[in-house]
């Protein structure tokens, strides 16, 4: 399938690969307009739906990962635009239900919408050239796609409310001391850094990748004694399947385990 806003391949060389999506509007910095937003959740739903595809990784160019959502598309837009409009909701919600990892890449601008993208990713390694912000203040109107949640449960609420309020940016090594990225890496090595640690899940097995997903997202989304008890359920369930005894008989008798459930 070709798209205008984005480009698609399939990257790596294990049994299972790696969807790469690169957000493609480089001369307004991968401003996230409604076509990009429905392409690339159309893209991630066919690669969460393919059964060769262990992993998904969205990036950006150089200068910026994206610098928001579109303003020019935005600034004419009516209370009742916004309200009526499942536009907001419709795309930015996607990622949410995707059940393979998704990794974001990042180097330049991560701001307003960019930010909030890349922190709907499972994780984000960023080149030393990342920028984070949340500058949508400057524009008179607040982050609305996720921002204000979780930035404060990503950084603290100290830093999150000095970004949201000041608009300043966040460096890339500020970014990982404070929580918000997992790596930083030099921005020439991105894109190999991260195709490395999504190969490396590919590797794994399918249902024990998704439910550790599952299994974080749960502690960052709601109560410790609900998160401590989906884990056990999720940890039980794992024994139901081959890829567990595949990958025990495999330790037991020191050979490399072949998973092979998706
Ligand atoms: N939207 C539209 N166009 C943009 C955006 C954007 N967010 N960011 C940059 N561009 C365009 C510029 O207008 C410019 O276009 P042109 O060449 O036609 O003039 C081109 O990209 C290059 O930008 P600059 O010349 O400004 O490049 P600089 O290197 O000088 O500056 C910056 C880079 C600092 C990133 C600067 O472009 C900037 O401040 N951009 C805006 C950042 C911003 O405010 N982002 C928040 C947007 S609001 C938002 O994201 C709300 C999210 C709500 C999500 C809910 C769903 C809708």
Request: glycine share 8%; proline share 3%; aromatic share 8%.
């Amino acid at each position: 399938m070709s798209y205008e806003f984005i480009l698609t391949e399939v990257r790596g060389d294990g049994e299972r690969k790696t969807g790469l999506i690169t957000l493609n509007r480089p001369k307004q910095l991968n401003a996230l307009n409604d076509g990009l937003m429905n392409e690339l959740g159309a893209a991630m739903k066919a690669f969460d739906a393919d059964d060769g595809i262990g992993c998904i990784v969205i990036t950006g160019s150089e200068k910026a990962f994206a610098a928001g959502a579109d303003i020019a598309a935005m600034a004419s837009w009516t209370y009742m635009d916004v309200y009526k409009t499942d536009y907001i909701t419709r795309n930015w919600e996607t990622i949410r239900a995707i059940r393979k990892p998704v990794i974001a890449a990042v180097a330049g601008f991560a701001l307003g919408g960019g930010c909030e993208l890349a922190m709907m990713c499972d994780f984000i390694i960023a080149a030393d050239t990342a920028k984070f912000g949340q500058p949508e203040i400057k524009l008179g109107i607040i982050p609305g796609a996720g921002g204000t949640q979780r930035l404060p449960r990503a950084i603290s609420k100290a830093k999150a409310m000095d970004l949201v309020l000041t608009s300043r940016m966040m460096d890339a090594a500020e970014a990982e001391r404070a929580g918000l990225v997992s790596r930083v890496v030099p921005a020439a090595e991105l894109m190999d850094t991260v195709l490395a640690a999504a190969q490396n899940i590919n590797d794994f097995s399918g249902p024990s990748v998704m439910m550790a997903k599952e299994c974080v997202n749960r502690a960052y989304e709601g109560p410790l004694a609900e998160g401590i008890q989906f884990e056990r359920r999720m940890f039980h369930s794992l024994f139901a399947t081959e890829d567990q005894k595949e990958g025990m008989d495999a330790f037991v008798n020191k050979r490399k385990p072949a998973f092979k459930q998706r």
